[in-house]
């Protein structure tokens, strides 16, 4: 605790506590009314400090370095509109139960509404985004001032890693003169010793976690529904825990069930057994006949529900029981559809049905793993060594170079659904991520680079063109990174996922181009030169490794929003045409 006014305390004391819960990494932006709290973050050996200028910016970093870390990660800003630049990222992470901790520092009440100059109402700002909000007040240097402070700094932590569901906290602090640390007698007048020191080495309040393992009767009453299912299939979305791979493969192959696997899932792609992992599952289930001939009558999904809009209708028409495993204590069914939500552990539970189905081990999926191999060879036949950069291709490609370790963060808009149609399932272990809470094409770049700095893990950012222009800022904290991260920058020229949609058809081309293509002519090299980042333009996919291989820098990969969507449309007719023959076996 630093003694040297009462703001030094009231703020050393609360970060002291934050520090001994567990809290390692603190993103900051500059203002002066939140200084008690950024010397103290910055003056604890224990927190990592990140300086972020753009607030929004700041914001997903924080949600990409809690995301990929799985850690909570603090957000420290002024007071004012400051604040209010990290309401996107708050959304992000409140849908995808990423933990945040926002501390937002404000003026004293007797300073609001009075025209005293960068004050907004901070109250509640962000609504019902957040798992908890507290107006911390204002507080004397004693003894119930100081254990206030300690107090909510455990709770916040608790709040944010999740009482089930992990998501942003928000705190309000505000802070009378001094700012500065300096010195002013007889401040601090607290004299119990918890107040003053708390507790050597660990929090004042430590917090347990809800045990999520599941009953007996759970594990033995689904075992034997799994059991009795003759078509049932594994759906695996995204989540993060690549702990999930093996009981989930293990469960796959004693029940004789596919796995839908979305990359996200880090199911698609693994040094696990992926013997029954289907990747192709969008193309496939486009195919009707193909459709219909795998109608489920279970469904075991874990993760969230993925993007594939084949995959969900194929879904929503089957009247099979569809089970969700959702530990966290949300509502992750979209679908309406859901005859349970179990609320436990997802590796046990895999791992304790599949040790009860283990002695009557089923035959692999037939129709569905030939299925998929015929998709595959197909894609393969179609993308690999292609001549031109296409958007397929270059997620075919991708899949090649991701090693070991690598870290992908891949953007809304078509990267992510090329990826998941496209991908093919692989050996490397790499953690995909993505923000699929809200969809937003907001944050990328910054949330990719957090994500890089939190685990060290060399990166690939995938975005659009329009993704890099909304988020361009973000391209600044390269500077404090020294792991390699390396932008795909998929550059073609506007928005090209609107072409997919009915307003292609409905509107002129010249309303489209100006309300929904909105080519901006971004040009990669100079937006790289303005942050002094390598760039370099793919001119052939077999380039990509090498270009990947080089570390930081932009990767410009031109592709043409006009041709994009008939290519597109070649490749699921040839993968329906390469199903014709096992339809008629
Ligand atoms: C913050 C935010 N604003 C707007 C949108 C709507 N939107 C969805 S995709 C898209 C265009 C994205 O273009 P680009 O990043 O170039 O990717 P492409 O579609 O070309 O693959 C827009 C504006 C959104 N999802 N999020
Ligand atoms: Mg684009």
Not at 149 to 167: H, I
Not at 306 to 319: E, Q
Not at 329 to 351: F, H, K, M, Q, V
Not at 465 to 474: E, P, R
Request: include cysteine; glycine fraction near 10%; aromatic fraction near 4%.
């Amino acid at each position: 605790m630093d003694p040297t006014n009462a703001n030094t305390a009231l703020a050393s004391a609360f970060v002291e506590e934050l520090a001994r819960s567990g809290l390692r990494h603190a993103v900051v932006s500059p203002g002066s009314r939140s200084t008690p709290l950024a010397v103290a973050l910055w003056r604890a050996p224990e927190i990592e400090v990140t300086v972020i200028v753009d607030e929004r910016s700041a914001a997903f970093f924080a949600l990409g370095a809690a995301q990929a870390s799985g850690e909570p990660v603090a957000l420290l800003c002024t007071s004012g509109s400051a604040v209010a630049n990290y309401h996107p990222a708050i959304c992000e992470a409140d849908e995808s139960a990423v933990p945040l901790l926002v501390l937002s520092a404000d003026r004293p009440p007797e300073l609001r509404g009075i025209g005293a100059g960068q004050t907004i109402d901070q109250i509640k700002l962000f609504g019902s985004s957040v798992r908890w909000f507290c107006e911390v007040g204002t507080h004397e240097a004693d003894d119930h001032g100081l254990l206030h402070y300690r107090s909510v700094a455990c709770r916040a932590l608790a709040a944010a890693r999740g009482e089930t569901r992990p998501g942003p906290v928000h705190l309000n602090l505000p802070w009378r003169e001094p700012l500065a640390p300096v010195a002013v007698a007889g401040a601090v007048s607290a004299s119990d010793p918890l107040a003053l020191a708390g507790r050597e080495g660990r929090p004042l309040t430590a917090v347990t976690r809800v045990d999520l393992e599941p009953s007996p009767f759970l594990l033995d009453e689904m075992a034997a529904h799994i059991g009795d299912a003759i078509a049932g299939v594994i759906v695996a979305g995204r989540q993060l825990d690549p702990e999930l791979r093996e009981p989930l493969a293990h469960l796959a192959r004693v029940s004789g069930f596919p796995i839908l696997a979305d990359p996200t899932s880090q199911l698609r792609c693994g040094p696990h057994d992926r013997s029954h992992v289907v990747a192709a599952y969008d193309l496939l289930l486009r195919d009707e006949r193909f459709a219909r001939s795998v109608v489920p009558d279970l469904v075991l999904r874990f993760g969230e529900m993925p993007t594939s809009k084949p995959l969900r209708a194929w879904l929503a028409a089957s009247d099979a029981s569809k089970i969700v495993i959702d530990p966290f204590g949300g509502w992750n069914e979209p679908s309406n559809r859901a005859s349970a939500i179990l609320r436990a552990d997802p590796t046990e539970l895999a791992a304790g049905w599949a040790a009860r189905l283990e002695k009557e081990e089923r035959g692999a999926p037939e129709r569905w793993l030939a299925a998929e191999m015929a998709a595959q060879a197909t894609l393969e036949e179609g993308l690999n060594g292609a001549e031109a950069i296409s958007e397929p291709a270059l997620h075919r490609a991708l899949g090649r170079a991701h090693g070991d370790g690598d870290l992908v963060y891949t953007a809304s808009s078509m990267p992510i659904r090329d990826q998941e149609a496209f991908l093919a399932s692989g050996s490397a272990d790499a953690l995909f991520l993505s923000n699929r809470g809200t969809n937003g094409i907001d944050g990328l770049v910054s949330s990719g680079i957090g994500a890089a700095h939190a685990t060290g893990r060399p990166t690939t950012i995938l975005t659009g063109d329009l993704g890099l222009l909304h988020d361009i800022g973000g391209l600044a904290a390269l500077r404090d990174v020294s792991t390699p991260v390396r932008i795909v920058v998929i550059d073609n020229d506007g928005g090209g996922i609107f072409h997919f949609l009915p307003q292609e058809g409905t509107l002129g081309g010249e309303e489209f181009e100006a309300l929904l293509g909105t080519p901006r002519g971004v040009d990669t090299a100079k937006a790289a030169a303005l942050f002094d980042l390598p760039h370099r333009r793919l001119e052939s996919l077999t380039d990509l490794p090498e270009a990947l291989a080089a570390g930081t820098g932009l990767i410009e990969v031109k592709t043409d929003r006009g041709t994009n969507v008939a290519a597109h449309r070649r490749l699921a007719a040839s993968v329906q045409e390469a199903l014709v023959p096992l339809a008629d076996a």
